[in-house]
């Protein structure tokens, strides 16, 4: 293969010998045949042009919205907070909350033993998502405590303290830092006030010295432990290739169906259905592939087969109603607009799974009725073990975009039927122009040449 140089190249292209068609019957810009089309060209340009900075801005705006402020409305997040014991250990907890309360830090809620009985009852709440999380003083723990610093009792089990019971599945990347390190904080700072109220310049025996200088440990009750990295994208990147994968799909149908002119030649209802179908198969196979990448990726995470069935199930709910409120956009959206639109989609559904409501802006709630915060929610459900109840809306709301979308969706298919119907009427119609066009212009030619051949034959016979 002989190699071209970027030189050769060059003048290759100069010289109007690599593609020398893509030189012939070209126009100067100040051409006047130009001049309309050069005008019609810019102010489409200069349309398209302001509504795509209009609207990466509105979606800039939107997404960084969703996330602003959110260290200030932590206080948002509510925790239970039982007190069993009673004693010094629960005052250093109450006094380490006073000293921490405020915007950036979890309200605790106080209860009563006699509200909540047992450790269960607060696990049933938190399961309930009544509560983010619960903390708890085990009962008889500052007896416990003192025992062991005056040396009236062996060491103690440190991690027989204090409790908190939380759910990692629930947007682990949050409860991580807004959740659990905030109550570590908390029972460090507890500890340091348990300390000074305790000091004494007694010399204390070295399991004296070890409990008060390390006096508990803050247990965790972890629900659901969700710690692999790829925890970080489901709620992101996972809900945007779904999404993306729909659209490209559906592109490719459309284009296959204009190729070969479906729908000048099928019933609509047959149309309908056989996409309908099909739609549904592609999104059955692409969930599929989308939650055993999730399992092959779990890395430890305890979660079985049951588990994967259902978020598979829940995986094709969402992308089938959503390839569906697509193929919407592409009926009904002209055609320049469908990529706007898309983008558009996806912003909305990503913003309202980035942060719990509670970090966002009151506004954002409206993302109750998006299809990704009601499949995250579901998904949670699912890997928690129905530790956040959120199906009575959650399953309905994606019920009714499958349902909805897909009576669009069949009057689009007619919609599209009827307008290529039109379409091929107006081709055939601007074909037979051109044949009868063609046709005067062959008759016109045939007389021109009769009148040639009758003027020479007159020529001849006067000569």
């Excluded at 100040?30 to 795509?52: E, I, N, T, Y």
């Excluded at 990692?168 to 029972?187: G, K, M, N």
């Amino acid at each position: 293969m002989v190699k071209m140089s970027k030189d050769g190249l060059f003048n290759s292209i100069m010289e109007k010998k690599l593609y020398p068609r893509a030189h012939e019957n070209r126009k100067k810009v100040s051409d006047p045949s130009f001049q309309g089309p050069r005008k019609a060209f810019l102010l489409a340009s200069a349309k398209s042009f302001v509504m795509l900075q209009v609207l990466f801005l509105g979606l800039f705006s939107y997404i960084f919205g969703a996330i602003y402020h959110q260290s200030n409305r932590v206080h948002n997040i509510e925790i239970l907070f039982v007190d069993y014991d009673g004693g010094a250990v629960g005052n250093s907890f109450q006094q380490a909350y006073q000293t921490l309360k405020g915007p950036s830090f979890p309200t605790l809620i106080q209860r009563t033993p006699t509200e909540y009985p047992s450790a269960i009852n607060q696990i049933h709440h938190v399961c309930n998502v009544d509560y983010w999380a619960s903390i708890y003083i085990a009962n008889g723990a500052s007896q416990r405590v003192e025992a062991a610093l005056t040396g009236l009792g062996s060491s103690h089990n440190q991690s027989d303290i204090a409790y908190y019971i939380w759910n990692e599945a629930r947007y682990p990347a949050v409860v991580d830092q807004v959740v659990s390190s905030t109550l570590l904080l908390l029972s460090s700072t507890a500890r340091i006030i348990y300390a000074k109220q305790n000091w004494t310049t007694t010399t204390l025996s070295p399991t004296a010295h070890q409990t008060f200088t390390d006096p508990w440990h803050l247990t965790s009750i972890n629900l659901q432990p969700t710690a692999q990295g790829a925890r970080l994208i489901y709620n992101t990147l996972v809900i945007v290739f779904l999404l993306i994968q729909q659209f490209f799909f559906l592109g490719t149908i459309n284009a296959l169906y204009d190729a070969f002119q479906i729908y000048t030649r099928l019933n609509p209802h047959r149309i309908f259905f056989f996409r309908w179908m099909l739609s549904a198969i592609y999104c059955l196979v692409g969930s599929l592939c989308v939650t055993g990448a999730i399992w092959a990726f779990r890395s430890g995470w305890q979660v079985n087969g049951n588990q994967f069935a259902l978020t598979w199930v829940s995986l094709w709910l969402f992308a089938h109603a959503n390839f569906l409120t697509l193929d919407v956009f592409t009926a009904w959206v002209p055609a320049p607009l469908v990529p706007m639109a898309l983008i558009t989609w996806v912003v909305l559904n990503v913003a309202s799974v980035l942060l719990p409501f509670e970090l966002s802006s009151p506004f954002y709630k409206w993302g109750y009725a998006v299809p990704a915060h009601c499949l995250y929610n579901t998904l949670v459900d699912i890997w928690s073990r129905g530790c956040n109840p959120v199906l009575y809306y959650a399953l309905p709301v994606l019920f009714a975009y499958e349902v909805s979308s897909s009576i669009l969706c069949a009057i689009g298919v007619h919609r599209r039927c009827h307008y290529a119907m039109v379409k091929m009427d107006q081709d055939a119609e601007a074909l037979q122009h051109i044949k009868a066009s063609d046709e005067t212009r062959a008759m016109l030619r045939s007389e021109v040449h009769v009148k040639l051949l009758y003027s020479g034959a007159s020529i001849k016979s006067q000569l």
